[in-house]
C-alpha cells in the first residue's frame, strides 16, 4: 500500500544481496523519495526464477524501468531477456546511487526517459582521485 503522499512506483532496483535495499533507503534519506523505487533482493535464485519475480513485479505494478547492479549478472540477464521486445522499457546495468537520485527527480520525464539521463548522470558521477589520477 502506497502512503500518503508518496511518490508512486516508477522503476525496480534488483541486485544481489542488500544491494536494493541499501541504495533505497539511501535515496529516502536524502530525497524523502524512495517509494518511486521497488526493490527486489536476489538470493539462490537462478536466472530463470529471477525473470519470473521481475516480470511478477513490472505486471503488478506497471513499471518499465529496471536498475540492476551488475553488467553480467544475473539480474541484468533475466532483465535483458524480459525486456527483450519491450519498446517501452529500459534497463540501467551497474545502478548506483547518484543514478538513482537523478531518476526520483526527473518527474517531469517519462520513467523510461528518466532512466536513460539518470544513467548518464551517474556514469559521470564516477571518478578517481589520488595516486596521479
Same mark, same amino acid.
Given at each position: 500500500?502506497?502512503?500518503? %503522499? ?10 544481489? %544481496? ?5 541504495? #533505497?533507503?539511501?535515496?529516502?534519506? #536524502?530525497?524523502?523519495?524512495g517509494g518511486a523505487l521497488i526493490?527486489? *533482493?536476489?538470493? !539462490? ?10 516480470? !511478477? ?10 536498475? =540492476?547492479?551488475?553488467? *553480467? %549478472?544475473?539480474? =541484468? ?7 527483450? %521486445? ?9 545502478? $548506483? ?26 556514469? $559521470? ?9
Amino acid at each position: 500500500m502506497q502512503r500518503a %503522499g508518496a511518490p508512486a512506483p516508477r522503476a525496480i532496483v534488483a541486485g544481489h %544481496g542488500e544491494f536494493a535495499a541499501g541504495l #533505497i533507503s539511501a535515496v529516502q534519506a #536524502i530525497t524523502g523519495r524512495g517509494g518511486a523505487l521497488i526493490p527486489v *533482493a536476489i538470493r !539462490d535464485l537462478c536466472v530463470q526464477d529471477i525473470e519470473t519475480l521481475l516480470r !511478477d513485479r513490472m505486471v503488478a505494478t506497471g513499471v518499465r524501468v529496471i536498475f =540492476t547492479d551488475l553488467q *553480467a %549478472g544475473s539480474c =541484468t540477464m533475466a532483465a535483458r531477456r524480459i525486456l527483450h %521486445g519491450m519498446d517501452d522499457a529500459v534497463l540501467v546495468a551497474g545502478a $548506483n546511487l547518484p543514478t538513482l537520485l537523478d531518476f526520483v527527480f526527473a518527474e517531469e520525464r517519462t520513467a523510461p526517459e528518466a532512466a536513460r539521463h539518470a544513467a548518464e548522470r551517474g556514469r $559521470n558521477a564516477i571518478t578517481a582521485h589520488g595516486a596521479g589520477a
